[in-house]
């Protein structure tokens, strides 16, 4: 099973600044991997995949980058509707099971 | 734009069988264009994926469930079922349902909790 690692587990960030949030894999997953974002009492909802490619209706200020081991989610300009849980998932098992970080969690500073 | 709805008891005795539904409108659960995934999160904790379907019956299960999980589809109702056999405590969650376009998970449900309690 491929394990992923987000770090921080806990990141806090003024709105208006930049967050950086990281993601590695145990092995590499190539460019098969996705971003979500959780609020809470809320299902997940798809940001990023093939770890770059914004999902439809996704603002531009959330960038996905990286490739193989490690990849990184963006957000540009914090803005007060993005302080969530963010989840990186690796689809490149065939067949699954596909697998999901622990998550971080981006709060207000 | 694909919907999902879980529906099924929110509480079941430890021992017992879980028996969730999950309701899609906004098309066909026969397209083809999605596999048709459940994904469970204890509270306060991350995301596990529990197995898929596709529109043909063919399944993947995540092998630390796999001896107790069973997904189908009714294309009839455009609906699709889990069942988990045997739960404990530790199966106590939130249950989504969702579409997965081939890896991404691109809609989800809702959510739905069961707890597993006598």
């Known amino acids: 099973e491929i394990v992923m690692t987000q770090s921080p587990a806990t990141l806090s960030v003024s709105p208006g600044e930049r967050a950086t949030l990281s993601c590695r894999a145990s092995?590499?997953?190539?460019?098969?991997l996705a971003w979500y974002q959780q609020k809470p009492g809320q299902a997940p909802r798809l940001l990023i995949y093939?770890?770059?490619t914004r999902a439809t209706g996704i603002p531009a200020r959330f960038s996905g980058s990286g490739s193989g081991t490690e990849f990184t989610l963006t957000i540009s300009s914090l803005q007060s509707e993005d302080f969530a849980v963010y989840y990186c998932?690796?689809?490149?098992?065939?067949?699954?099971?596909?697998?999901f970080g622990q998550g971080t969690k981006l709060e207000i500073k | 734009q694909v919907q999902l709805q879980e529906s099924g008891p929110g509480l079941v005795k430890p021992s017992q069988t879980l028996s969730l539904t999950c309701t899609v409108s906004?098309?066909?659960?026969?397209?083809?264009?999605?596999?048709w995934s459940w994904i469970r999160q204890p509270a306060g904790k991350g995301l596990e994926w529990i197995g898929r379907?596709?529109?043909?019956?063919?399944?993947n299960y995540n092998p630390s469930l796999k001896s107790r999980v069973t997904i189908s589809v009714d294309t009839s109702k455009n609906q699709f079922s889990l069942k988990l056999s045997s739960v404990t405590a530790a199966d106590t969650a939130v249950y989504y349902c969702?579409?997965?376009?081939?890896?991404?998970?691109?809609?989800w449900g809702q959510g739905t909790l069961v707890t597993v309690s006598s």
């Open positions: 969702a579409a997965e376009g081939g890896g991404p998970f691109d809609y």
């Open positions: 906004g098309g066909s659960i026969s397209s083809g264009s999605y596999y």
């Open positions: 379907i596709y529109t043909s019956g063919s399944t």
């Open positions: 092995q590499s997953v190539s460019s098969n």
């Open positions: 093939g770890a770059s």
């Open positions: 998932q690796q689809y490149n098992n065939w067949p699954p099971p596909y697998t």
